[in-house]
């Protein structure tokens, strides 16, 4: 299966779901399982779905494509974390669900930019994660573990989060990278008031600002598996070749695999990888952004 197909499957889930909660308060998300179990098995395989986990957002519905996202960077440093199977297949569907709620607060409420919003459109967006949780039909004790799992979404290490305000270890750890992998997709893709950030001014930011929202383990973790230049990124090298990323040495976060797409003129190439951890004379010169369209 396409990383393609996969994706929009994932997207029609979620549109579907929200349809659903618009006319109904709880919903049976079963179907989330098989979906799981196909994109755990796609990305043992592949980094394919990461190119649009970073390159895609919907700016007429960001839930949906968000959610698309986190799950994707989540299962990503789960992967590398080595959980196994069932887990991932936990953590991938709590990635998928764990906006639902969004679809039953106000749409001004919505929005993602918590200190702008009003006193009263903050409480109905902090609704929006136990709201996820009751909508939620409990069909067997997977589900409802995946429920729990999404419903930690905004909790903090530090304890600053929300709705329980639970600190360090009392948070399952597939939340906290849920929570990590939330923060990274949120920053990196544009919402209405701003651009979104480059990939490596995303996990700077996480750490300066939001260091002690995390444990050290899932920090590393994020830094290991996601990267300073993440699958997915489109690059422009001194050489003034563009090209995308599509594998990590992980011992040198500064040097991808690329894929070269463009030559330094602007011209459109063959397809062609070159390993900056060998090519040692060409560097990454900047990432190129995503902008508000
Ligand atoms: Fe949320």
């Known amino acids: ?75 990503t440093i789960g992967i590398g974390m080595k959980y196994q199977q069932k887990e991932l297949v936990n953590l991938c569907s709590a990635g998928i669900i764990h906006d639902l709620g969004i679809a039953r607060v106000p749409a001004k409420a919505s929005e993602k930019t918590l200190d702008k919003l009003s006193k009263q459109n903050n409480y109905f967006f902090k609704k929006h ?19 729990q799992i999404a419903s930690l979404h905004h909790e903090k290490y530090d304890g600053s989060g929300f709705p329980n305000g639970l600190k360090s270890d009392k948070i399952d750890p597939l939340g906290q990278i849920l929570s990590v992998a939330d923060a990274y997709e949120s920053l990196i893709h544009p919402r209405k008031q701003r651009d979104g950030r480059i990939p490596p001014l995303g996990i700077k930011h996480i750490l300066q600002n939001r260091g002690n929202f995390y444990s050290k383990e899932i920090l590393k973790a994020l830094l290991d598996h996601i990267s300073i230049y993440p699958v997915g990124v489109y690059v422009k090298l001194n050489s003034n070749e563009i090209g995308r990323v599509v594998g990590l040495n992980p011992d040198k976060p500064l040097q991808p695999i690329i894929k070269i797409l463009y030559d330094s003129k602007g011209v459109k190439v063959k397809p062609f990888e070159i390993n900056l951890g060998e090519e040692i004379q060409k560097k990454i010169k900047t990432c190129i952004p995503l902008k508000n369209k």
């Open 1 to 75: 299966m396409l990383a393609k197909q996969l994706y929009s499957e994932i997207l029609d889930f979620l549109k579907n779901c929200k349809q659903l909660l618009q006319i109904n308060t709880e919903i049976d998300i079963s179907k989330i399982i098989p979906i799981s179990e196909k994109v755990i098995d796609f990305m043992m395989q592949s980094n394919d779905l990461n190119y649009y986990a970073i390159n895609y957002y919907d700016e007429h519905d960001v839930f949906i494509s968000h959610s698309a996202n986190v799950a994707i960077f989540a299962v």
């Open 129 to 147: 994660v136990t709201l996820g949780y009751d909508s939620v039909i409990k069909v067997n004790e997977q589900i409802e573990r995946i429920a």
